[in-house]
């Protein structure tokens, strides 16, 4: 055993016969394949643990070119996730996102820790799963260095006053004046009071956020697909 890393299974794709490729995104290495030999038979003790959402300290060999899974200790596996179709979709997300954005062998701690905590939140079912990955979509744009401006204009530095947009080609929130694209969306005070009082919760404080579905909803999928766009994710795959 080489060492022993945190890590949450971003997906899984068969390997040879009886082998499955792990890959996990982890507190220490980052974004890491791994190759867990033998896990696809009947017989194997490691089969549950190599699932998408699978939290859990893997034991690993380095081996070239992939990781070797040696062994697992299961930490959470997020059943409630896993067993309601809607919370699935949705909670699906956050492993596609951290798959897309994340470069291999680079340390993310912090959207690493912020996916653990979406998970566990939506598990627990204490929070409305759409409010719960709005925060994380938002997390993800602070760590990857594109935070969003709620007081002015990100392209005239102009204070907002009249009507806002989501450039989703920019990916900024810009005035009229300076909407140069048809790819935008129109955002309300509310849907901005929105955007900005969940970017500014801690996870642990997002049950005292109290929004109309109609209003989270609009909210979630502004977010959404500036995410998308941002990362060139196929917005396809997030018809929710």
């Given at each position: 055993?080489?060492?022993?890393?945190?890590?949450?299974?971003?997906?899984?794709?068969?390997?040879?016969?009886?082998?499955?490729?792990?890959?996990?995104?982890?507190?220490?290495?980052?974004?890491?394949?791994?190759?867990?030999?033998?896990?696809?038979?009947?017989?194997?003790?490691?089969?549950?643990?190599?699932?998408?959402?699978?939290?859990?300290?893997?034991?690993?060999?380095?081996?070239?070119?992939?990781?070797?899974?040696?062994?697992?200790?299961?930490?959470?596996?997020?059943?409630?996730?896993?067993?309601?179709?809607?919370?699935?979709?949705?909670?699906?997300?956050?492993?596609?996102?951290?798959?897309?954005?994340?470069v291999e062998n680079e340390i993310y701690s912090g959207l690493f820790l912020s996916a653990v905590k979406a998970l566990n939140l939506i598990n627990l079912d204490a929070v409305d799963p759409k409010l719960v990955v709005t925060k994380f979509l938002l997390d993800t744009l602070f760590y990857e260095g594109f935070e969003?401006?709620?007081?002015?204009?990100?392209?005239?530095?102009?204070?907002?006053?009249?009507?806002?947009?989501?450039?989703?080609?920019?990916?900024?929130?810009?005035?009229?004046?300076?909407?140069?694209?048809?790819?935008?969306?129109?955002?309300?005070?509310?849907?901005?009071?929105?955007?900005?009082?969940?970017?500014?919760?801690?996870?642990?404080?997002?049950?005292?956020?109290?929004?109309?579905?109609?209003?989270?909803?609009?909210?979630?999928?502004?977010?959404?697909?500036?995410?998308?766009?941002?990362?060139?994710?196929?917005?396809?795959?997030?018809?929710?």
């Amino acid at each position: 055993m080489d060492t022993i890393v945190k890590g949450i299974v971003l997906k899984t794709k068969d390997y040879k016969e009886n082998d499955k490729l792990l890959t996990i995104l982890t507190l220490e290495e980052g974004k890491i394949v791994v190759r867990a030999k033998g896990v696809k038979k009947a017989t194997s003790k490691m089969k549950a643990f190599c699932q998408v959402f699978c939290f859990g300290e893997f034991e690993l060999v380095k081996n070239k070119p992939f990781f070797i899974l040696s062994g697992v200790k299961s930490i959470d596996n997020f059943y409630n996730v896993t067993t309601d179709y809607d919370k699935f979709a949705l909670s699906s997300l956050i492993p596609l996102v951290c798959d897309k954005i994340c470069v291999e062998n680079e340390i993310y701690s912090g959207l690493f820790l912020s996916a653990v905590k979406a998970l566990n939140l939506i598990n627990l079912d204490a929070v409305d799963p759409k409010l719960v990955v709005t925060k994380f979509l938002l997390d993800t744009l602070f760590y990857e260095g594109f935070e969003l401006n709620f007081s002015c204009c990100n392209s005239c530095e102009k204070p907002f006053s009249e009507k806002i947009f989501i450039d989703f080609d920019s990916g900024e929130l810009v005035c009229g004046n300076c909407l140069k694209t048809g790819n935008f969306v129109e955002i309300s005070g509310g849907m901005l009071s929105s955007i900005k009082m969940i970017y500014e919760t801690s996870y642990d404080k997002l049950q005292t956020i109290k929004l109309g579905n109609v209003l989270l909803e609009k909210t979630f999928f502004a977010i959404l697909k500036n995410v998308a766009n941002r990362f060139e994710i196929n917005y396809n795959l997030f018809k929710i």
